[in-house]
């Protein structure tokens, strides 16, 4: 889909059911291009410049080349069928802004942590936060071409259950990104599956 059309594609009348997903992670994982790369409307953002007074806070040691940041959230849309469309938003990753996090959280259905292993600290407070709330969630390593990691080590690095899917990505790729949250809504459907 180009992007003239993604900015006008209208929402159906017949919808009357609408999915939320959030998106979270560290400063610069991808959050905002994940959203970016999969949403059929031209997604809502809240980037802006980063400038010399954020250079104190905000460490970009490892990500030099992030211009701007986002200081509230990203929202996009898929449409899934007649009735039902997927609302995605991507959570700033910043300390400063974690406060909004708990209100992202409230009537989602899951999450993707979005992963730089490179920095892999950077997600622990992400995944703390949603267990705290018992959202389920995946976690999706986005390449940044850093050191190659196993799964074991990834998981071992985050203390990830083992039923907890994980997978590559390039959030950059739309088919990529969607192959993600293909994997959370399996995983939602097969934790719906499960006896209580």
């Known amino acids: 889909m180009d992007s003239a059309t993604s900015e006008r594609t209208p929402l159906r009348s017949t919808v009357d059911n609408g999915l939320k997903i959030v998106v979270v992670g560290g400063f610069g994982v991808g959050k905002t291009t994940l959203v970016r790369s999969v949403s059929e409307i ?58 909004l996090w708990d209100r992202l959280f409230s009537g989602t259905l899951g999450a993707v942590v979005l992963v730089d292993t490179r920095r892999l600290a950077d997600s622990w407070y992400a995944i703390d936060r949603l267990e705290h709330h018992g959202t389920p969630f995946i976690v999706a390593c986005n390449d940044f071409g850093g050191p190659v990691h196993t799964e074991q080590q990834i998981r071992e690095a985050l203390d990830l259950a083992d039923h907890v899917p994980m997978v590559e990505c390039d959030a950059r790729d739309r088919s990529s990104s969607k192959y993600v949250l293909i994997t959370l809504v399996e995983h939602l459907q097969t934790l719906l599956r499960e006896p209580r």
């Open 42 to 99: 031209r997604p809502l953002n809240t980037e802006e410049t980063m400038t010399r007074a954020g250079e104190a806070v905000d460490d970009i040691t490892e990500i030099g080349s992030k211009t701007s940041t986002t200081v509230a959230f990203d929202f996009g849309r898929i449409t899934l069928d007649d009735h039902n469309v997927l609302y995605l938003f991507g959570a700033p990753g910043q300390e400063r802004f974690w406060f």
